[in-house]
């Protein structure tokens, strides 16, 4: 079992950062590929970024490439999510998502754990 806990979202400017974090409780973490996604509203929930088990492969949707990093600090059981030159299109409910597998994927339903969200509000 792997519980997962976001944190670092808020109210931000257009072209601001925020930093997003995901903690995870168990010590299978390392086991888990990791991944951000965001749902806005009365949109379907996508795939933002990926990063494998061990942090060597990462992953991006095309609109964030070059904007959104996403990390893994396997030691404390942590994920990251930094984000710059925020757009008001990238505001979203963002969620981490946890996969038990030694690839990864972009689709919602190949996750096994879920966390609970946290809330990303870009200003124009």
């Known amino acids: 079992q792997v519980q997962l806990v976001e944190s670092g979202g808020g109210l931000v400017q257009a072209g601001g950062s925020l930093r997003l974090s995901c903690a995870a409780s168990g010590r299978t973490f390392r086991r888990f590929a990791m991944s951000w996604f965001r749902q806005a509203p009365g949109r379907e929930r996508e795939f933002v970024a990926a990063?494998?088990?061990?942090?060597?492969?990462?992953y991006y949707e095309d609109s964030v490439k070059g904007r959104f990093t996403i990390s893994r600090d396997n030691a404390k059981n942590t994920v990251y999510l930094q984000m710059n030159s925020l757009k008001p299109e990238n505001t979203a409910v963002y969620y981490c998502?946890?996969?038990?597998?030694?690839?990864?994927?972009?689709?919602?339903?190949?996750?096994?754990?879920w966390g609970q969200g946290t809330q990303v509000t870009v200003s124009s």
């Open positions: 998502a946890a996969a038990y597998t030694t690839t990864w994927s972009n689709e919602a339903n190949q996750y096994n754990y």
């Open positions: 990063v494998t088990w061990n942090g060597d492969s990462k």
